[in-house]
C-alpha cells in the first residue's frame, strides 16, 4: 500500500492548513503585539493579506521533522515570546502532518478495500458468467440428450410396429409364395399342353370323319384354341406379377433386421412403388425418373419404409386425380431424391411443423402423427437429410440427400 503522506514532504502551507490564513494573521499580531507574517523556505507567504514588514524584521525558522519547512518574521522585540510562538507553529505543523498522514491513509485504506471489493466483484461476475455458460451448455446439453432419447424411443416403437407387419408379411409372402410357384408351373405346363391341341386339330380337320368335323365346330374349338394361348399368358404375367409383390413385400419384411446391406436405392423406390401401387392407382399416375445411382450401404428395409410414406402421403394430398413423379440423380456429390406431386399442397403456417413428432393434419385416430418424423429420423441415421418446399393448391416436393461414401 503506497500512502502519499509518506511519499512526499508537506509544505508549510500544507502543515498549516488546519488554521484559517486571516485568523492566523490576526492573531500572531495579537499575541506578539507587532506585526508578523510566515514565509516558505523557498520565500512564498502562507498568510494572506499580510502588511509588508521593515527590513530589520527578524527571521526564526520553523522547523519539521529536522528541516527547515519556513520562517517566522517579525518585528516583536521580545525573542523569547517569538520562540514561544514558533514552537507553538511548530505544535501546528506536526499536528498538521499527522492529520494529513491520517487522511492520506484512511484514503489510501478506503481506496484500497474499493479496489480489492471491486476485484472480488469481477471475480464474482466472472464465476456467475461462467456458472451461466455452464448452465446454458448443459441445458442444451441435456435437450440434445432429450432429443436423441426421443428420436430412439420413435424408432424404436416405429421398429416394433414394423416388426410385428413384417412378420405378418413375411407369413404372408410366404403363404403367397407357394400356390403362386405351382400355379407358375401349371400355367406353364398349360402351354404346352394347347400346343399338342394344336398339332392334333389339323388331323382332326383333315381326317374325314364327318361327326368328329361336327363335334369340333360345334364346340367352336378353332376358337378356343386360338384364345387360349393368350389367356395363359395372362395369367402367367399376373402370376409373375403377384410373384414380384410378394418378394417386395419380404424386402418390406426385414425391416427389423439390424444389418446393413449395400444396394441400390432406386430398387428400393421401385420396390415401394410395388407395394403402394394398389393404394395409389385410384389416386395419382405414377412416374419414375430415375437416374443411374452409386451403390449406398444402408439399412435397405428402413429406407424403403421412408419412401413408402412419402408415397402414401403424397397420394392422400390428391382431392383429385393428379400425378406423383419420383425423381433420383446424383448432385454435388450427392445421392438426391425428390417426390413430388401435385396435390393441395401444404400451408405456410403447418409447413414448418410436419417433421414434429405426433403433428398430424389427419382426422384424430386417423394417423399418428410420426410418419415423417421417423422418416426424418432414419435419413439423419444414414447421415443424410430431408426438407420440404410446398405451395398451397399446387404441389409439395420432398428431397432427400444422402452422401455419396465409399463402400
Same mark, same amino acid.
Request: glycine share 8%; charged share 20%; net charge negative.
Given at each position: 500500500?503506497?500512502?502519499?503522506?509518506?511519499?512526499?514532504?508537506?509544505?508549510?502551507?500544507?502543515?498549516?492548513?488546519?488554521?484559517?490564513?486571516?485568523?492566523?494573521?490576526?492573531?500572531?499580531?495579537?499575541?506578539?503585539?507587532?506585526?508578523?507574517?510566515?514565509?516558505?523556505?523557498?520565500?512564498? *507567504?502562507?498568510?494572506?493579506?499580510?502588511?509588508?514588514?521593515?527590513?530589520?524584521?527578524?527571521?526564526?525558522?520553523?522547523?519539521?521533522?529536522?528541516?527547515?519547512?519556513?520562517?517566522?518574521?517579525?518585528?516583536?522585540?521580545?525573542?523569547?515570546?517569538?520562540?514561544?510562538?514558533?514552537?507553538?507553529?511548530?505544535?501546528?505543523?506536526?499536528?498538521?502532518?499527522?492529520?494529513?498522514?491520517?487522511?492520506?491513509?484512511?484514503?489510501?485504506?478506503?481506496?484500497?478495500?474499493?479496489?480489492?471489493?471491486?476485484?472480488?466483484?469481477?471475480?464474482?461476475?466472472?464465476?456467475?458468467?461462467?456458472?451461466?455458460?455452464?448452465?446454458?451448455?448443459?441445458?442444451?446439453?441435456?435437450?440434445?440428450?432429450?432429443?436423441?432419447?426421443?428420436?430412439?424411443?420413435?424408432?424404436?416403437?416405429?421398429?416394433?410396429?414394423?416388426?410385428?407387419?413384417?412378420?405378418?408379411?413375411?407369413?404372408?409372402?410366404?403363404?403367397?409364395?407357394?400356390?403362386?410357384?405351382?400355379?407358375?408351373?401349371?400355367?406353364?405346363?398349360?402351354?404346352?399342353?394347347?400346343?399338342?391341341?394344336?398339332?392334333?386339330?389339323?388331323?382332326?380337320?383333315?381326317?374325314?370323319?364327318?361327326?368328329?368335323?361336327?363335334? *369340333?365346330?360345334?364346340?367352336?374349338?378353332?376358337?378356343?384354341?386360338?384364345?387360349?394361348?393368350?389367356?395363359?399368358?395372362?395369367?402367367?404375367?399376373?402370376?409373375?406379377?403377384?410373384?414380384?409383390?410378394?418378394?417386395?413385400?419380404?424386402?418390406?419384411?426385414?425391416?427389423?433386421?439390424?444389418?446393413?446391406?449395400?444396394?441400390?436405392?432406386?430398387? #428400393?423406390?421401385?420396390?415401394?412403388?410395388?407395394?403402394?401401387? #394398389?393404394?395409389?392407382? #385410384?389416386?395419382?399416375?405414377?412416374?419414375?425418373?430415375?437416374?443411374?445411382?452409386?451403390?449406398?450401404?444402408?439399412?435397405?428395409?428402413?429406407?424403403?419404409?421412408?419412401?413408402?410414406?412419402?408415397?402414401?402421403?403424397?397420394?392422400?394430398?390428391?382431392?383429385?386425380?393428379?400425378?406423383?413423379?419420383?425423381?433420383?440423380?446424383?448432385?454435388? #456429390?450427392?445421392?438426391?431424391?425428390?417426390?413430388?406431386?401435385?396435390?393441395?399442397?401444404?400451408?405456410?403456417?403447418?409447413?414448418?411443423?410436419?417433421?414434429?413428432?405426433?403433428?398430424?393434419?389427419?382426422?384424430?385416430?386417423?394417423?399418428?402423427?410420426?410418419?415423417?418424423?421417423?422418416?426424418?429420423?432414419?435419413?439423419?441415421?444414414?447421415?443424410?437429410?430431408?426438407?420440404?418446399?410446398?405451395?398451397?393448391?399446387?404441389?409439395?416436393?420432398?428431397?432427400?440427400?444422402?452422401?455419396?461414401?465409399?463402400?
Amino acid at each position: 500500500m503506497s500512502v502519499r503522506g509518506y511519499d512526499r514532504a508537506l509544505s508549510l502551507r500544507e502543515l498549516l492548513s488546519g488554521v484559517a490564513p486571516g485568523k492566523l494573521s490576526a492573531a500572531l499580531t495579537v499575541l506578539l503585539g507587532a506585526p508578523a507574517r510566515i514565509v516558505s523556505a523557498d520565500g512564498g *507567504w502562507v498568510m494572506d493579506d499580510v502588511p509588508a514588514l521593515i527590513e530589520s524584521a527578524k527571521r526564526l525558522p520553523l522547523v519539521h521533522d529536522l528541516e527547515i519547512a519556513g520562517f517566522l518574521e517579525t518585528t516583536a522585540a521580545d525573542q523569547g515570546h517569538v520562540r514561544a510562538i514558533a514552537i507553538i507553529l511548530e505544535s501546528f505543523m506536526r499536528s498538521g502532518a499527522r492529520y494529513f498522514m491520517a487522511s492520506e491513509m484512511h484514503i489510501e485504506v478506503v481506496k484500497t478495500d474499493f479496489e480489492e471489493l471491486q476485484r472480488r466483484h469481477e471475480a464474482l461476475t466472472a464465476s456467475e458468467a461462467r456458472y451461466k455458460a455452464l448452465s446454458a451448455h448443459l441445458e442444451e446439453r441435456v435437450k440434445e440428450q432429450v432429443n436423441t432419447i426421443e428420436s430412439a424411443r420413435r424408432q424404436l416403437y416405429q421398429a416394433e410396429k414394423l416388426a410385428s407387419v413384417g412378420q405378418l408379411a413375411a407369413g404372408v409372402a410366404h403363404e403367397i409364395n407357394n400356390p403362386i410357384g405351382f400355379i407358375r408351373s401349371n400355367l406353364s405346363t398349360a402351354q404346352s399342353y394347347v400346343q399338342k391341341f394344336q398339332h392334333v386339330a389339323e388331323r382332326v380337320k383333315s381326317s374325314g370323319d364327318a361327326a368328329l368335323a361336327g363335334a *369340333w365346330q360345334s364346340a367352336d374349338l378353332d376358337f378356343v384354341l386360338e384364345d387360349f394361348p393368350s389367356l395363359l399368358q395372362e395369367s402367367v404375367d399376373g402370376a409373375d406379377r403377384v410373384a414380384r409383390i410378394v418378394s417386395d413385400l419380404k424386402g418390406f419384411s426385414n425391416v427389423d433386421q439390424a444389418g446393413e446391406e449395400i444396394v441400390d436405392l432406386n430398387d #428400393n423406390i421401385r420396390s415401394a412403388c410395388n407395394v403402394a401401387a #394398389n393404394q395409389i392407382s #385410384n389416386r395419382a399416375d405414377l412416374k419414375l425418373a430415375l437416374g443411374e445411382l452409386p451403390k449406398l450401404r444402408c439399412k435397405p428395409g428402413h429406407l424403403s419404409q421412408v419412401f413408402l410414406n412419402l408415397l402414401l402421403n403424397a397420394a392422400h394430398a390428391m382431392k383429385q386425380r393428379g400425378e406423383i413423379l419420383i425423381q433420383s440423380g446424383v448432385e454435388n #456429390n450427392q445421392i438426391v431424391i425428390r417426390f413430388k406431386d401435385n396435390g393441395c399442397g401444404i400451408p405456410p403456417d403447418i409447413l414448418p411443423r410436419i417433421f414434429d413428432p405426433f403433428f398430424t393434419t389427419n382426422d384424430v385416430g386417423a394417423g399418428t402423427g410420426l410418419g415423417l418424423t421417423v422418416s426424418r429420423d432414419i435419413i439423419l441415421a444414414h447421415g443424410g437429410s430431408i426438407e420440404a418446399s410446398s405451395t398451397t393448391d399446387a404441389g409439395t416436393t420432398f428431397t432427400i440427400h444422402f452422401p455419396i461414401r465409399n463402400t
